[in-house]
């Protein structure tokens, strides 16, 4: 029973264009112990209103606490470097969202599915990842997205239904444009910029690249953190990350659908 003095759950996501609650106290899988990193919560995130975060893009980004970390992981799947990165996260026991370019999905359908079975959440970032979006033809911009949508959903479900299972985006290089925001708005798909990111995209040695992450994160505290499952530094990187991640009291936390 809802007290009158309290909304219940439906009035709270009706009212925020977003919503944060806490899947519970922990989202550890079995076997996953006080040595492991884990998956500290579950965030429902509702997609209405027009939802942007990420403080690189946006003026907001999503309500975690000091200390939290959404690991996100853009272009993939990628054979050879998506799978190194799924053992890396399942040793430690923790989820992460990764968002996939359409036609890369539609070539490598079984590790696409293989990271939705491991319990990762699959957004979408474009079919075929132009540099910019905001650069294209509004026409020609809004088929590739939507071509995106309908790979990665026949990929992971084997059907389309018009509207993406989930309704995360995140566009290729940050390059947005306000009518493809509003565009993606009116159909209740939210956006996903980032608060920090790994820079991986520059060539550097793993331990290079983890000394500029844990820098940036020690500065931000926390947020939407960018790293591409298509990079072999990446991959070498991310147990030693995860590991110092636990050392200094990171939570790595996962968002899905409200």
């Known amino acids: 029973m ?3 003095h309290r909304p219940s759950r439906r009035a709270l996501l009706g009212a925020l264009s977003l919503s944060a609650l806490a899947a519970g106290d922990t989202a550890r899988a079995a076997g996953c112990g006080p040595d492991r990193l884990g998956t500290s919560r579950v965030i429902p995130v509702s997609t209405a209103g027009g939802l942007r975060v990420g403080r690189k893009s946006y003026p907001r980004t999503l309500p975690l606490a000091p200390g939290e970390v959404l690991l996100t992981f853009d272009d993939g799947p990628h054979p050879g470097t998506t799978e190194p990165i799924l053992a890396a996260l399942a040793s430690e026991c923790v989820k992460a969202t990764f968002f996939m370019i359409g036609r890369q999905a539609a ?3 079984a590790l696409a599915r293989r990271v939705l079975a491991e319990g990762h ?6 079919n075929t990842h132009p540099m910019t979006l905001a650069q294209l033809p509004q ?5 590739d997205i939507e071509a995106g949508f309908a790979a990665v959903d026949r990929a ?3 059907s389309y239904s018009g509207r993406p299972r989930t309704p995360f985006f995140r ?22 910029g980032a608060d920090l990111w790994a ?22 505290r926390g947020g939407i953190l960018l790293f591409h499952d298509t990079r072999p530094q990446t991959a070498a990187m991310l ?8 050392h200094e009291g990171y939570r790595a936390v996962n968002i899905v659908p409200a």
């Open 2 to 4: 809802t007290s009158p």
């Open 107 to 109: 070539a490598h359908p």
């Open 121 to 126: 959440t699959v957004g979408h970032h474009s």
């Open 139 to 143: 026409a020609q911009a809004e088929a």
């Open 156 to 158: 992971l479900y084997g």
């Open 171 to 192: 566009f290729p290089g940050f390059g947005d444009s306000e009518p493809l925001n509003q565009g993606l708005a009116a159909r209740r798909i939210g956006i996903f």
């Open 199 to 220: 820079s991986d995209w520059n060539d550097m040695a793993p331990d290079a690249q983890l000394a500029l992450v844990m820098r940036r994160l020690r500065q931000t």
């Open 239 to 246: 147990p030693a990350f995860l590991e110092a991640m636990r």
